[in-house]
């Protein structure tokens, strides 16, 4: 069982677009977290929201926590080919953190 | 520092041989995981330790997988005997605050069972 939904599975853009990756549950958490993995690594923490609603902006990364605290959103604008990664959304319960499916972006130059 | 480190990088191994993966974690960090991450499944959470007590083991496959956490800097992730299906890269990450804290995972241990 998943506990987190993301969509798009694969996603494969040209340099200068804009995307949107969904993190979608039906539990709710206390905080939830998204990472960025690149090839050969660990993931690597980019945000972590914490309140209903909270939106979080990092340079041309803009992150929305849902009202209900089940979902979120990852939104970039004008891609860069060094955005290229997999996104993994991480909802945490307290005690635990559950990884989400992940999306795997290719932005091409 | 040096960050969570784990060792080895690649194994390859034959079906139904032992394989132990060792982790280092952050210093002063409270919390350790255990993940697998396949193209298949993603990153499967397989056990926690909290001050080196396993507090969650429901993600472990099966009885051929152990861990242990003997001391607050060292754990292990053991396989015996190893399967082809349990192919994968396996990601230990420490935390130092469970509540909004940040995982730091070590590069992964990539087990190949031929």
């Known amino acids: 069982t998943q506990l987190l939904e993301q969509s798009p599975q694969f996603l494969s853009i040209q340099e200068g677009e804009n995307l949107t990756v969904y993190c979608n549950s039906s539990s709710v958490f206390s905080s939830l977290q998204w990472y960025r993995q690149e090839p050969g690594e660990g993931p690597v923490l980019l945000v972590t929201v914490v309140t209903g609603g909270e939106v979080k902006k990092l340079k041309r990364l803009t992150f929305q926590f849902g009202d209900a605290r089940k979902d979120s959103s990852l939104h970039i604008t004008a891609a860069q080919p060094g955005d290229t990664g997999l996104y993994l959304c991480?909802?945490?319960?307290?005690?635990?953190?559950?990884f989400g499916t992940g999306t795997s972006l290719t932005v091409i130059p | 520092d040096a960050g969570v480190i784990q060792s080895p990088r690649h194994e390859v191994t034959e079906m139904g041989q032992e394989v132990t993966l060792r982790c280092k974690p952050i210093?002063?960090?409270?919390?350790l995981f255990w993940y697998r991450q396949t193209m298949m499944r993603g990153l499967e959470l397989l056990i926690y330790?909290?001050?080196?007590?396993?507090?969650?083991d429901s993600g472990m496959p099966e009885d051929r997988f152990s861990a242990k956490m003997p001391n607050a800097s060292f754990s292990t992730l053991k396989i015996q005997p190893s399967e082809p299906r349990d192919s994968a890269v396996y990601f230990c990450?420490?935390?130092?605050?469970?509540?909004?804290?940040?995982?730091?995972f070590g590069e992964g241990s990539r087990l190949t069972v031929l």
């Open positions: 330790f909290n001050n080196n007590v396993p507090i969650d």
């Open positions: 210093s002063g960090h409270n919390s």
């Open positions: 990450a420490s935390v130092q605050d469970l509540v909004t804290g940040e995982l730091f």
């Open positions: 991480a909802g945490d319960t307290g005690n635990q953190f559950y």
